[in-house]
């Protein structure tokens, strides 16, 4: 049996990766690509559910980046040099 020989913590990667990347989505996907060039102008995620999860992982990792620093103060951070000296983290 599959549950005797995978450790728990794989087995949580493996179902986290299928909700991520569900099975035959790269067939949907070409089937969404024939139809487009037959004309149709629908967005894949309303055509098949298992791309509809794909850009919803998509966006929900996106919305999880909101932490790391972009645009004009990501620029500021980059170009900042030497700082601010009058602050000492020993004595304080």
Request: hydrophobic share 40%; net charge positive; aromatic share 10%.
């Amino acid at each position: 049996m599959i549950e005797n020989d995978m450790p728990y913590t794989e087995l949580l990667k493996w179902i986290d990766f299928f909700k991520k990347h569900p099975v035959g989505w790269r067939e949907d996907h070409r089937t969404v690509m024939l139809m487009k060039a037959q004309g149709v102008k629908a967005r894949p995620e309303d055509l098949f559910a298992s791309l509809r999860q794909i850009s919803k992982a998509n966006q929900d990792s996106k919305v999880n980046d909101r932490a790391i620093p972009s645009g004009l103060f990501l620029q500021r951070m980059l170009k900042a040099k030497g700082g601010d000296s009058s602050f000492d983290f020993l004595t304080s």
